[in-house]
């Protein structure tokens, strides 16, 4: 834990290896794309305003210092870091050794290049059952770091509250590397994958009349970190040549600025994007030291950061950053009966979640479809949204846990076991157990939430008793399919809501409809007692 001025970088001991990666593409390529890291001071949680200015000073001298040792001029800089001891710069071979042999620099990493991860869905994941019973993300938002957001999208409701732009390739809407402001976190329009940021915001947070998204009163945060790459070796077929892509500097710079993001109450960040293979932790953390780091940064602050496991069909890797200790790492699903085919999976996933045929905003005011651990990832995301809106004290472990009530999903490819997304039962499992009973236990003139899991869920396993308000197959749900219950009871959308006290005995097998008709028997019976 961090105390006092600063968060000290470890000791450098001029032992900072250079990736071999780096080593053949500078040798290729005659540059390659790193990111350093310094011994210098780093402004905690707890400094204050004159401590964490005097950590920047300090950082920004290390960086020149570094840049004057090394030969680096403008057109080598790639980035530098304000409140993180870090730089990105294209190096040549010679800088690399220098690099390798300076006594200052902790750590040297490939600067990666992050590529997208490219309904039913929000049935799925038991995000209908929790939104008709008021349980929406209001209050909250979720920050979506990817190719941007069409902020007027009918689909997002004027909800996307702050804006940003971080491309290495100068591709922000002002034509610039850094940008800020209301525009700057707009869907890019130079590659077909540029949809890709307003469909992802879509599932985690969208709403209309017809359908919606996970945390559908959630805002968004919408941060643009990919930059146009051209040629088929930076654009493979199949991809789009122009494609979009993202360096991890960019990536780390954006999840920076989301932590020190004042007046919005940011409860997850979602990262749908990623590269390379990792079977171990260990591994992934080390050599994605400066993405851990800032990952860590945001988790203290009680922020949970999803992150895609990649589709290229590996069932014994994912992809970096979700296989990083402090992110969530996001598999996907097909239906309840198998995993996405294409998904990376492996025994470092937390949760799965659908990944198929999802439909969601596009940019322009339409709609698409598209699969992907992408798809999968911010599902999760606004789940997080909803349980942060429900649990606004709760550490970002607390939410984990609450992910966990999702029934165990085992991948057929691999034998992995994880919960797979539910979040109906997440929050059956924070909220008082009489919120879900379909009685007016405090007699405020609503029906409490109660609903079969199973029934509302599309799996049609009871047929068409599912809406008698009976528990038909005995699974300890009251059979409903939410069309005659009406407005939920706005008490029950709080869990510590006290009034839910149940003043008798719950009665087994009464479901809302029939709570419904309960005091009408009794006044018709008090009426036969009068005439008598």
């Known amino acids: 834990m961090c105390v006092g001025l600063a968060c000290m970088s470890p000791t450098a001991s001029g032992a900072a290896t250079v990736p071999p990666e780096a080593d053949r593409r500078a040798l290729e390529r005659g540059k390659a794309r790193v990111i350093v890291e310094i011994a210098a001071p780093t402004p905690s949680s707890r400094s204050s305003s004159l401590e964490a200015e005097i950590s920047r000073l300090a950082i920004g001298f290390e960086q020149a210092e570094l840049g004057h040792r090394i030969g680096m001029d403008a057109s080598h800089r790639a980035r ?8 990105a710069l294209d190096a040549t071979p010679e800088m690399l050794a220098k690099l390798e042999r300076d006594r200052m620099v902790v750590s040297i990493e490939i600067d990666r290049l992050l590529t997208p991860s490219l309904v039913e869905s929000v049935v799925t994941a038991g995000a209908d059952t929790s939104f008709a019973a008021g349980f929406d993300g209001s209050g909250v938002a979720v920050a979506v770091l990817d ?36 525009g700057s976190g707009a869907d890019c329009s130079y590659s077909s994958d540029c949809f890709h940021g307003t469909h992802v915001a879509g599932i985690a947070a969208g709403w209309r009349s017809t359908s919606h998204g996970v945390a559908p009163g959630a805002d968004l945060v919408a941060v643009q970190i990919f930059s146009k790459f051209t040629g088929a070796e930076d654009c493979p077929p199949p991809s789009a040549d122009p494609c979009a892509l993202s360096f991890s500097s960019d990536m780390i710079a954006g999840l920076d600025w989301v932590a020190g993001l004042t007046g919005v109450n940011v409860a997850a960040v979602n990262l749908s994007l990623g590269s390379g293979a990792y079977s171990s932790q260990t591994k992934c953390d080390n050599q994605n030291s400066a993405t851990r780091n800032a990952i860590d940064a945001l988790v203290a602050l009680g922020i949970n950061v999803a992150a895609a496991s990649g ?21 996907g699903i097909r239906d309840s009966l198998g995993s996405y085919g294409p998904g990376n999976s492996n025994a470092l996933i937390d949760y799965f979640s659908p990944a198929a045929s999802v439909v969601s905003a596009s940019p322009g005011g339409s709609f698409a479809s598209a699969s992907g651990t992408s798809m999968a990832t911010p599902h999760v995301a606004g789940a997080i949204a909803v349980l942060r809106s429900l649990l606004p004290l709760a550490s970002a472990s607390d939410i984990r846990n609450a992910l966990n009530a999702g029934p165990l999903f085992t991948d057929p490819h691999n034998g992995v076991i994880r919960p797979r997304l539910r979040l109906h039962d997440s929050i059956v499992g924070i909220a008082p157990g009489q919120c879900f009973d379909g009685l007016d236990n405090d007699a405020d003139g609503g029906i409490d939430f109660a609903g079969d899991v199973g029934c509302a869920s599309g799996t049609a396993i009871e ?50 409809e029939l709570a419904l008709l309960v005091p009408l028997f009794m006044a018709l019976r008090r009426r036969q007692r009068f005439r008598a």
């Open 463 to 512: 047929g068409p008793q599912c809406d008698d308000g009976l528990d038909n197959d005995a699974d300890g749900f009251f059979d409903w399919d939410g069309a005659l219950v009406g407005a939920a009871d706005p008490n029950c959308t709080s869990p510590m809501d006290t009034l839910e006290a149940v003043s008798g005995p719950v009665f087994c097998g009464i479901g809302p």
């Open 147 to 182: 190719t941007g957001v069409d902020a007027t999208h009918p689909f997002f409701g004027g909800r996307v509250v702050a804006e940003a732009c971080f491309s290495a390739g100068s591709d922000c809407p002002g034509g610039g590397s850094t940008e800020f402001g209301p």
């Open 311 to 331: 589709n290229d069909g590996d069932h014994a890797n994912i992809h970096a950053p979700a296989c990083i200790s402090s992110a969530l790492a996001i598999g």
């Open 80 to 87: 530098a870091f304000v409140d993180r001891p870090l730089i």
